[in-house]
């Protein structure tokens, strides 16, 4: 599926940056091949096409003004909805209607600006333990992987890799064998039960897991939020839960920006923010090393060459048949996904 190819894909919310992360300049980002400008304002965060309507130079080359943008090139200057609403060589003269610059729909949630390109089919995740009490939210990983988004997304409901991707941190590779996973098909994706026996190796794991044995049981409730979005909640023995949200946002055909948050039912004192995120990057990259081997982008029709799969391979060929679905829909009935 080429990402950029597909108008609907344009059509749902992606997290672009952490709100945090949003300094005094404005920040150039890349969704779905489109450049667009993104910069705190006193009502939130204002998105527009990075392409000043001038002589286009970037809009992120310059500066901003009173909550405006404005260009490094001859410094005409752009509202939150686009629109120039000064020319500073001509100070006397009213702005053209037509200088305008397109603007996009932003909102900030989990602590992160979500952008959409396009009237959004469904709306942001909900992530109940976002405001449950007793779950603390820790920002893992804001990184640039050279892999396509849907590769990310069947990666982290594929149990099969466990044992051998992740033979150097909780996978056992005399343990192949997955266990059976249900998979519950929604409007907007599904909702997948997994449990499986890992192992638990070195002093960090056993301290972000609370166990001081070498292997624990998972049992993993999870969800996959079309097109590239998972929630996972994991519980352990004796009440410990995580609660991961991956989102693969796609830049281009073969770039995805991975940002992954938890929320967990423990304290600081009983495991540190810095250990929580080294536990989950020593896993993590196990995953970025292998995917970015594969190439990045995979047609969608897989789905019909049987003799290459395993069971376990159910959940990425859901997502490529719902997928299917949904390009196809495009333009004939499209649908709010709502529960
Ligand atoms: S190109 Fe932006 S002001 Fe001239
Ligand atoms: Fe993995």
Same mark, same amino acid.
């Given at each position: 599926?080429?990402?950029?190819?597909?108008?609907? #894909?344009?059509?749902? =919310?992606?997290?672009?940056?952490?709100?945090?992360?949003?300094?005094?300049?404005?920040?150039?980002?890349?969704?779905?091949?489109?450049?667009?400008?993104?910069?705190?304002?006193?009502?939130?965060?204002?998105?527009?096409?990075?392409?000043?309507?001038?002589?286009?130079?970037?809009?992120?080359?310059?500066?901003?003004?009173?909550? %405006?943008?404005?260009?490094?090139?001859? +410094? =005409?200057?752009?509202?939150?909805?686009?629109?120039?609403?000064?020319?500073?060589?001509?100070?006397?003269?009213?702005?053209?209607?037509?200088?305008?610059?397109?603007?996009?729909?932003?909102?900030?949630?989990?602590?992160?600006?979500?952008? %959409?390109?396009?009237?959004?089919?469904?709306?942001?995740?909900?992530?109940?333990?976002?405001?449950?009490?007793?779950?603390?939210?820790?920002?893992?990983?804001?990184?640039?992987?050279?892999?396509?988004?849907?590769?990310?997304?069947?990666?982290?409901?594929?149990?099969?890799?466990?044992?051998?991707?992740?033979?150097?941190?909780?996978? @056992?590779?005399?343990?192949?064998?997955?266990?059976?996973?249900?998979?519950?098909?929604?409007? =907007?994706?599904?909702?997948?039960?997994?449990?499986?026996?890992?192992?638990?190796? +070195?002093?960090?794991?056993?301290?972000?897991?609370?166990?001081?044995?070498?292997?624990?049981?998972? /049992?993993?409730?999870?969800? =996959?939020?079309?097109?590239?979005?998972?929630?996972?909640?994991?519980?352990?023995?004796?009440?410990?839960?995580?609660? #991961?949200?991956?989102?693969?946002?796609?830049?281009? @055909? @073969?770039?995805?920006?991975?940002?992954?948050?938890?929320?967990?039912?423990?304290?600081?004192?009983?495991?540190?923010?810095?250990?929580?995120?080294?536990?989950?990057? %020593?896993?993590?990259?196990?995953?970025?090393?292998?995917?970015?081997?594969?190439? %990045? @982008?995979?047609?969608?029709?897989?789905?019909?060459?049987?003799?290459? /799969?395993?069971?376990?391979?159910?959940?990425?060929?859901?997502?490529?048949?719902? #997928?299917?679905?949904? #390009?196809?829909?495009?333009?004939?009935?499209?649908?709010?996904?709502?529960?």
């Amino acid at each position: 599926m080429i990402v950029s190819k597909q108008p609907v #894909l344009r059509k749902f =919310w992606y997290p672009v940056v952490q709100l945090a992360r949003l300094g005094e300049k404005p920040m150039p980002f890349t969704l779905l091949g489109e450049n667009i400008v993104l910069w705190k304002t006193a009502d939130g965060v204002a998105c527009l096409k990075d392409r000043c309507c001038h002589r286009t130079a970037k809009l992120s080359l310059g500066f901003i003004e009173d909550g %405006a943008v404005v260009c490094g090139y001859h +410094g =005409w200057t752009f509202d939150a909805t686009g629109a120039c609403i000064r020319i500073p060589q001509q100070p006397d003269q009213k702005v053209p209607a037509k200088a305008k610059v397109p603007a996009y729909r932003t909102q900030i949630k989990y602590g992160y600006v979500w952008v %959409a390109l396009d009237e959004p089919l469904s709306d942001i995740p909900v992530i109940p333990e976002a405001s449950e009490p007793g779950f603390r939210q820790v920002h893992q990983f804001y990184e640039t992987w050279n892999i396509g988004a849907l590769r990310l997304m069947e990666n982290s409901f594929d149990a099969a890799h466990v044992a051998f991707v992740h033979r150097g941190t909780f996978g @056992d590779v005399q343990s192949p064998r997955v266990g059976d996973r249900s998979i519950d098909e929604k409007p =907007w994706g599904f909702v997948s039960r997994q449990s499986n026996d890992v192992k638990v190796r +070195g002093d960090l794991a056993q301290k972000a897991v609370h166990t001081s044995d070498g292997k624990t049981t998972r /049992h993993t409730e999870s969800e =996959w939020y079309m097109p590239f979005v998972r929630r996972s909640s994991i519980h352990y023995p004796h009440g410990l839960i995580h609660v #991961l949200v991956t989102c693969a946002t796609p830049m281009t @055909d @073969d770039t995805s920006m991975i940002l992954q948050w938890v929320y967990r039912n423990d304290t600081e004192a009983d495991v540190s923010t810095a250990e929580v995120i080294a536990f989950d990057r %020593a896993i993590t990259f196990e995953d970025k090393t292998i995917l970015e081997s594969c190439e %990045a @982008d995979v047609p969608l029709s897989i789905v019909d060459d049987e003799e290459l /799969h395993m069971m376990s391979d159910k959940p990425g060929l859901v997502m490529r048949r719902m #997928l299917t679905q949904l #390009l196809k829909s495009h333009g004939e009935s499209e649908q709010r996904l709502t529960a």
